[in-house]
C-alpha cells in the first residue's frame, strides 16, 4: 500500500525508475515510455535552465503535444463515465495520476515562459486538461466518499439491537451503570472489524490515491473541503440516528428537569461513543485517506472534532446552566464525569492547534458544573440545619429528614472521588474569592470528629452528619414522652447508621471512630428507653414492702398487680402504635424488654400469686399470664396504624 | 485586558462601599461606567467615514470593526461586574424595579449565549468561504490565465455563491446524500454550500434577538436606585451587540431581523448606538431584499468580488491581455486582501465571541451567587 503513495519526488528520474519498476509494459501504451522520458527531459531541461537566467527559453519538445494529446484522450474516456475508478486496475489509476503528476510538473516548469506565446498557447491546452482531470479525481473521490452510507448502515442493521438496548436502559441509571464498563470494549472491538467506518480496502485503497492525485495537481483545498463535507454530513447523519437531541440553552431554561434528565442518559452513552469509538475511527480514516499529508488529515480531523464536540458540549453547558436544586446533583455529577473523562479520549488525538479552544469550552464546564454541585452541598447543608417541624413524626418513626439526607448522601457517595475533585478545585476557587465566607464557614466547623481534619468533602458530609444530629436532638424534644423521644433517636440513629455501613464509601468517609460513637449512642438510648417506661413497672414487681414479718399483704399487693395491669395496659396500648421499622432492632427491643419483665413476673407470680383466692379474685387481679405479657411485648412497636388511623 | 487589572481597586472600592459614603461612590462609579461605554462606542461609530469609498480596515461591519466591538463589549462587562455586581448582597437587588430588572437581564444573558454559539458556527462557515475565494484567487493568480485556471476558479466561485445566496434561506439541515452521489455534477464542489446547526430547526436568531429587545425599556427618569441605569445600559450593549452579530455572520434564521430595539435617547452613550443600528438597519434593509449572506463588509466584498469573476470567466477567451489583465489582477488582488483578513481576522473573532461566552456565563453566575443569598435561607430539604 506504501508504493502508491510515493512523498511528491523531484528528480525526474525518481518517477521513471518507479514507473519502469511498477508497470507492466504490456498496459502502458507503448509509445508512452519515451515521451514521458522526453518531457521528464524536458522539465528538468527547464528546471536546470531556470539557474542560467537565460532569456530564451529551450524549444517545446513534440513529445509534449503527444503527450498532452494522448492524456486528452484519456481524460474524454472518463469523462465520458465509461470508466469509473473503483473498477479500475492498479495500473491504469497508476497511470492516470502519472499523467496528472508529470503534467503538473510540465506546467510548473513551463509556465516560467509564460510570456513566450508558444509557450503560453501550450500552457493554456495541457493545464486545460490538467483541469478536466482533477475534476474526474474530485468527482470520483466524492462519490466513493459519499458511498459511506451503503457500507455503514449494514453495519449500522447489525448494530440496532445493540442500541436499543442502550436507549430502552437509559431509562434507569443504575441498571445503565452497570453496563457500562462492557460497552467501551464491545464498540472498540466492533470498529477493530470497521476500521474505516465502512470504506472498503479497495475503497481506501483508491481515496487515498484520488487524495494524492488531486494534491499533486494542486487541488489541495478542493480535496480537503470535499472530504471534510462528506465526512461532517457523515458524523451529523450518525447523531441523527441516535436521535441526538439539539436544544438550546434557553430552551433548557424553560424545560421540565425531567426530561433533560432523560436525555443525560442518553447523551452520555452516545458521548462516549462518539469519543471512544467514532471519532478515533475518524482519525484513522483521515490519516489513512491522506496518509503523507499530516498537516491536512491533522486539520480536518481538528475541524470535525470540533463541530461534533460542540454539540455535545452545547448540551453540557444547556445543563450546567439550568438553574441548580438538589435532585439535579448526580445528573450534573453525570455530565461532568462525561465531559472530564470524554474529552480527553479526543484530545490525544488531536494537534495542538485545536486543544485551547477545547480546553477552555471544557473547563467552564467543569467549573460551571463544579460550583452548582458543591454550592448544593452548602444549599443542602443550610436546609438541614433550618429544617423546623412543628409536629413530630408519629410513632418516633424515622424521620423523612432523615431518610432523604441519608438517602441523598448514600448516592452521593457513590461519586465521592468525583466530589473530592470538585471540593477541591472549589474550596481553592472559595479561597481566591472570598476570604471571609471561609472565616464564617471555619467558625460553623462540626465538632472535631475523625472527619474534621479529612478532605473538604469529607468534612463536608461529617458537617452534614452532625447537623442532621442538632436537628434530630431538637426534634425528638417535640414528644411529650420522654421514651418515645428516645425511640425516635434510636430509630433514627438506627437508621443513620445502617445507611453508612451499608455503602461503602461512606462507611470508610466516616471512618471507625464514628461508627463506634454511633453504636454506643444507640446503647444508650436503648438503656436510657428502658429506664424511662420499665424501671417503674418493675417496681411494680417488687417484693420488698409487700411482707411484714414474713405476711403477705393483701391489700398492698392487690394495689401491685392493679397499677401493674394499667401500667402495662398503658404501654401496650401507646407503644404498640410506635414504630420500629428496622426489623433487627424491633426484636433487640422486644429482647431486652421480655429479658427484665417476664423474670421479673414470673417471679413475683410465682411468690405471690397463691395469695389470691383462686377464681374470681385471681382473675380480677391476675390479668395477664407470663405468656400474654411475652404476647404483648411481642406486639411493640408495629405501628399499629388503624389504631392510629382510628385515633385521627 | 484593561478591566482585570482594575480589579483591585475595584475590591478597595467595595470595601468601602459598606460605609456610609458608599452612596456618592456608586453614583459616581455609575457616571465613570457610562462615560466610558460613550468613548468606546464613539470609537466604533466614525460617521465622517461614511462617504468615502475605500474600505478601511476597520470600517463598520468589516472583521476588525467586530473585534473591537467586541472588545468593547468585554470591557463594559467587566466594568459592568464590577460596578453592579461584585460586593452586592442581595437585598441590593430584591427590591423594586431591580427584583424584576435583574431577571430579565439574565434572561437576555441567556439568549446571547445561543447566538455565540450560533455565531461560532458561523464564522466556521466564514472560514469555507474563505477556502473557496481562496481557491479562485490562485487559480487565478497564475500566469497566464488558462482555461483551466478559469474552470477551477469559476467551480470554486460557483459553489461560494450559491452557498452565500442559501445560507439560512433554504436547507435548513443540509440535504441528504440521495442527489450527491448520484449526480456527477462538476460545476459545484458539492455539499459545502450548507450550513450544520447547532439547535433544532425551530431555532431563530431573529427571534431570540426580538425576545431580548422586548421587554427592554427605557428606565423612567427618577428611578429609585441608581443600578437601573447601569443595568439597563449592559442589557442594551447586550442586545446592540448580538443584533449587529445575527445581521452580519451567517446565522441560523433571520427573517425579520430588521425590527430592532428602540434605545432611549436620553443617555449619551446610547447616541452612537443609535447611530451605528441606524446605518447597519439601512444596509440590512438594501441586502434583505436579494439574498442573506449577512452584513460582514469582508462577505459582502466578496460576493461582489466572486460574481465579477464569474462574469469574467463566462466571457474567457485565451489569452487575456491588457485592459482585461489588469482588470483581473485588480480583482484578484482585492479578493486575495479580503482572503487575507479573513484568514487573519476569524480565528481571533471565534476566540473572541467564545470569551464573549465564558464571560456572559460567569457573571451571570455571580448574579445568581448574589440572588441566592436570599434563596439560601427560604431552601427546604424536598422531602
Not at chain 1, 496518509?291 to 472534532?305: C, E, I, P, V
Not at chain 2, 445560507?167 to 442527489?179: A, F, G
Request: aromatic share 8%.
Amino acid at each position: 500500500m506504501e508504493d502508491t503513495n510515493p512523498p511528491p519526488s523531484d528528480t525526474s528520474n525518481d518517477l521513471n525508475t518507479k514507473v519502469d519498476g511498477e508497470q507492466t509494459p504490456s498496459v502502458v501504451p507503448q509509445d508512452g515510455t519515451p515521451h514521458d522520458k522526453n518531457i521528464d527531459q524536458f522539465i528538468s531541461l527547464l528546471r536546470t535552465d531556470d539557474k542560467s537566467d537565460s532569456s530564451s527559453p529551450p524549444e517545446i519538445v513534440e513529445s509534449v503535444q503527444i503527450f498532452v494529446d494522448l492524456f486528452d484522450v484519456k481524460v474524454v474516456e472518463y469523462e465520458s463515465g465509461s470508466k469509473r475508478w473503483i473498477q479500475l486496475d492498479e495500473n491504469e489509476s497508476a497511470c492516470f495520476l502519472e499523467f496528472v503528476d508529470r503534467n503538473a510538473k510540465l506546467i510548473k516548469s513551463m509556465s516560467r515562459f509564460h510570456y513566450e506565446e508558444n509557450y503560453a498557447v501550450v500552457i493554456d491546452r495541457i493545464s486545460s486538461v490538467q483541469e478536466r482531470a482533477l475534476c474526474i479525481l474530485e468527482a470520483e473521490f466524492k462519490s466513493i466518499l459519499d458511498d459511506y452510507q451503503t457500507s455503514y448502515d449494514r453495519d449500522q442493521d447489525k448494530d440496532e439491537a445493540k442500541k436499543k438496548e442502550l436507549k430502552s436502559s437509559a431509562s434507569n441509571v443504575h441498571v445503565q451503570e452497570a453496563v457500562e464498563p462492557e460497552l467501551p470494549d464491545q464498540s472498540e472491538a466492533e470498529h477493530e472489524k470497521d476500521e474505516f467506518l465502512g470504506y472498503s480496502d479497495e475503497m481506501m485503497l483508491v481515496l487515498k490515491k484520488l487524495a494524492n492525485g488531486l494534491i499533486t495537481g494542486g487541488h489541495v483545498t478542493e480535496c480537503s473541503e470535499l472530504y471534510f463535507f462528506v465526512r461532517r454530513n457523515a458524523t451529523e447523519q450518525n447523531l441523527k440516528n441516535f436521535r441526538f437531541e439539539k436544544f438550546s440553552i434557553d430552551e433548557a431554561q424553560k424545560m421540565q428537569w425531567e426530561p433533560i434528565e432523560k436525555e443525560v442518559s442518553s447523551w452520555m452513552k452516545m458521548f462516549k461513543y462518539f469519543c471512544s469509538s467514532l471519532l478515533p475511527s475518524e482519525r484513522r480514516l483521515a490519516e489513512a485517506v491522506f496518509s503523507g499529508h499530516t498537516a491536512m488529515s491533522d486539520n480536518l480531523f481538528g475541524n470535525l472534532t470540533q463541530i461534533v464536540l460542540s454539540y455535545f458540549l452545547s448540551f453540557a453547558e444547556a445543563v450546567m446552566m439550568t438553574k441548580r436544586s438538589a435532585e439535579k446533583l448526580f445528573k450534573f455529577l453525570d455530565v461532568y464525569e462525561a465531559v472530564r473523562d470524554n474529552v480527553p479520549l479526543v484530545e490525544q488525538l488531536l494537534s495542538d492547534e485545536w486543544l485551547p479552544q477545547l480546553k477552555s469550552a471544557t473547563s467552564l464546564i467543569c467549573t460551571m458544573l463544579g460550583e452548582s454541585i458543591y454550592n448544593i452541598f452548602i444549599e443542602l447543608e443550610l436546609s438541614v440545619k433550618s429544617d423546623v417541624a412543628k409536629t413530630p413524626v408519629p410513632g418516633g418513626a424515622v424521620h423523612p429528614l432523615t431518610r432523604y439526607t441519608m438517602n441523598y448522601l448514600k448516592y452521593a457517595c457513590e461519586y465521592s472521588d468525583t466530589l473530592e475533585q470538585v471540593f477541591k478545585e472549589h474550596k481553592r476557587i472559595d479561597r481566591v474569592e472570598s476570604v471571609t465566607d471561609l472565616q464564617s464557614s471555619q467558625e460553623h466547623q462540626p465538632q472535631n470528629h475523625q472527619g474534621g481534619n479529612g478532605s473538604p468533602f469529607q468534612s463536608q458530609i461529617a458537617k452534614i452528619m452532625d447537623l442532621l444530629d442538632v436537628n434530630l436532638e431538637a426534634k425528638s424534644k417535640l414528644y411529650k414522652d420522654p421514651s418515645l423521644s428516645l425511640i425516635f433517636m434510636m430509630n433514627n440513629g438506627r437508621y443513620i447508621l445502617q445507611k453508612t455501613k451499608g455503602t461503602g464509601e461512606m462507611r470508610t468517609l466516616m471512618g471507625d471512630p464514628w461508627v463506634r460513637k454511633r453504636s454506643s449512642d444507640l446503647r444508650n438510648y436503648h438503656t436510657n428507653y428502658k429506664r424511662e417506661t420499665w424501671t417503674k413497672l418493675l417496681q411494680c414487681l417488687s417484693h420488698e414492702g409487700l411482707s411484714v414479718n414474713g405476711k403477705v399483704m393483701k391489700p398492698v399487693l392487690k394495689e401491685r398487680f392493679k397499677s401493674f395491669n394499667s401500667m402495662f395496659d398503658e404501654i401496650h396500648k401507646s407503644q404498640t402504635t410506635w414504630v420500629v421499622s428496622d426489623e433487627q432492632l424491633q426484636s433487640e427491643l422486644r429482647v431486652s424488654i421480655s429479658a427484665i419483665v417476664i423474670p421479673a413476673y414470673r417471679s413475683f407470680m410465682g411468690r405471690f400469686s397463691q395469695v389470691f383466692t383462686p377464681g374470681r379474685q385471681t382473675e380480677k387481679y391476675i390479668k395477664y399470664q407470663p405468656e400474654d405479657i411475652e404476647n404483648c411485648i411481642e406486639e411493640l412497636f408495629d405501628g399499629n396504624t388503624a389504631q392510629l388511623s382510628k385515633k385521627r | 485586558m484593561p478591566p482585570t487589572d482594575n480589579q483591585g481597586s475595584f475590591l478597595n472600592r467595595i470595601s468601602i462601599r459598606r460605609n456610609q459614603v458608599a452612596y456618592e461612590h456608586e453614583i459616581e462609579d455609575v457616571e465613570q461606567f457610562q462615560k466610558h461605554v460613550t468613548d468606546r462606542l464613539s470609537e466604533l461609530f466614525h460617521p465622517q467615514e461614511d462617504t468615502t469609498t475605500s474600505d478601511p480596515p476597520e470600517a463598520i461591519l468589516s472583521i476588525a470593526w467586530f473585534r473591537k466591538l467586541l472588545d468593547a463589549f468585554l470591557c463594559c462587562e467587566a466594568e459592568f461586574k464590577a460596578v453592579v455586581i461584585m460586593g452586592r448582597d442581595a437585598n441590593n437587588f430584591s427590591k423594586s424595579p431591580l427584583d424584576r430588572l435583574i431577571p430579565e437581564h439574565l434572561d437576555r444573558s441567556v439568549k446571547a449565549l445561543d447566538i455565540c454559539n450560533a455565531i461560532i458556527h458561523g464564522i466556521d462557515l466564514l472560514q469555507h468561504w474563505r477556502k473557496l475565494a481562496q481557491i479562485a484567487v490562485d487559480s487565478l493568480n497564475q500566469k497566464p490565465i488558462t482555461e483551466g485556471h478559469v474552470r477551477r476558479a469559476k467551480k470554486a466561485l460557483t459553489t461560494l455563491l450559491s452557498s452565500i445566496s442559501i445560507d439560512d434561506k433554504e436547507i435548513h439541515h443540509h440535504t441528504n446524500k440521495s442527489t450527491s452521489s448520484s449526480n456527477n455534477n462538476n460545476t459545484t464542489l458539492g455539499n459545502i454550500k450548507s450550513l450544520s446547526y447547532p439547535f433544532a430547526r425551530t431555532w431563530s436568531a431573529a427571534k431570540q434577538i426580538q425576545a431580548m429587545s422586548a421587554n427592554l425599556t427605557s428606565p423612567r427618569g427618577g428611578e429609585p436606585t441608581g443600578l437601573v441605569v447601569p443595568l439597563y445600559l449592559m442589557s442594551s450593549v447586550l442586545v446592540f451587540v448580538m443584533w449587529a452579530m445575527v445581521a452580519a455572520i451567517p446565522c441560523q434564521e433571520r427573517a425579520g431581523l430588521g425590527a430592532h430595539l428602540q434605545l432611549s435617547k436620553q443617555f449619551t452613550w446610547a447616541q452612537p448606538m443609535i447611530g451605528l443600528q441606524e446605518k447597519i438597519g439601512e444596509q440590512w434593509k438594501k441586502k434583505e431584499k436579494k439574498g442573506r449572506s449577512g452584513l460582514l463588509l469582508e462577505t459582502q466584498r466578496m460576493e461582489k468580488l466572486g460574481l465579477s469573476m464569474v462574469e469574467f470567466a463566462e466571457g474567457f477567451v485565451f489569452p487575456v491581455e491588457g485592459e482585461k489583465a489588469e482588470e483581473v489582477a485588480a480583482m484578484v488582488a482585492e479578493m486575495e486582501e479580503v482572503c487575507g483578513r479573513m484568514e487573519e481576522g476569524l480565528v481571533a473573532l471565534d476566540m473572541q465571541v467564545r470569551e464573549v461566552f465564558n464571560r456572559i456565563v460567569r457573571s451571570r453566575a455571580e448574579t445568581l451567587d448574589v440572588l441566592d443569598q436570599l434563596n439560601k435561607m427560604t431552601t427546604p430539604v424536598p422531602y
